[in-house]
Structures are given as C-alpha cells and as structure tokens.
Nanobody, 124 residues
Framework: QVTLVESGGGLVQAGGSLRLSCAISGRTDYVAAMAWFRQSAGKEREFVSGISYNGGYTDVAESVKGRFFVSRDNAKNEAYLEMDILKPEDTAVYYC?????????????????WGQGTQVTVSS
C-alpha cells in the first residue's frame, strides 16, 4: 500500500509563490508517474501537472503553463509542485496522486492512490 501526504499549502497574495510537497511512503516500488490535481469549490477536480517516474517527461495544464513546475526526488520519495505568479483562480485544494505506469495522464483514470489534499488560497 502507498500513502501520499501533501504539505506546503496556505494563504498567499496574488503574484506570490508556494511550493507544495508530496511525501510518498509504503510500497514505493508501486509508484511510477506522479501528478497534481486540484479542485475548486463547486468545480470538478482537474489535472494540473504530472511527471514521469524518471523525471524526464512532464505535462502541465494550459492554465498554469509557465507558472507551475513539477519535479520529484526519488531518493527522498517526494514530489513537488512549484507555483509562481499565483492568481486568485488558483485557489483550490491540491492533491497529489500516484500512477502505476511510467508516464502521467491528465485523466484521473489510472491513479491508484491519492493524498488528502492541501488547501491553497490566493487573495487578490
């Protein structure tokens, strides 16, 4: 079994930055690709960014391209989401998720484990 725990969320002013972390524990050998999703109040959960197992491939949603950057450190069993130039519309609960395949998908299908989420609030 794999457990994911997000941290690093909080309240930030528009234009600011936050760095989210996702700690991976348990059967880490089951974890391949990682991704970040987010869910705003009253909206469906959406894909934000994903990264392959070896870090060589990343994908990012158009809405955050050029502002958000995903990375991982397999030696530490951690994944990260660097969020810059934050906007009020980035306010959401952010979740990390692990995929059984080497490459991430923008669809929730295939993600077998999810964290509990961390709240990010961007004030205007």
């Amino acid at each position: 079994q794999v457990t994911l725990v997000e941290s690093g969320g909080g309240l930030v002013q528009a234009g600011g930055s936050l760095r989210l972390s996702c700690a991976i524990s348990g059967r880490t050998d089951y974890v391949a690709a990682m991704a970040w999703f987010r869910q705003s109040a009253g909206k469906e959960r959406e894909f934000v960014s994903g990264i392959s197992y070896n870090g060589g491939y990343t994908d990012v949603a158009e809405s955050v391209k050029g502002r958000f950057f995903v990375s991982r450190d397999n030696a530490k069993n951690e994944a990260y989401l660097e969020m810059d130039i934050l906007k009020p519309e980035d306010t959401a609960v952010y979740y990390c998720a692990s995929h059984g395949r080497d490459y991430p998908s923008a669809s929730e299908e295939g993600y077998t484990t999810w964290g509990q989420g961390t709240q990010v609030t961007v004030s205007s």
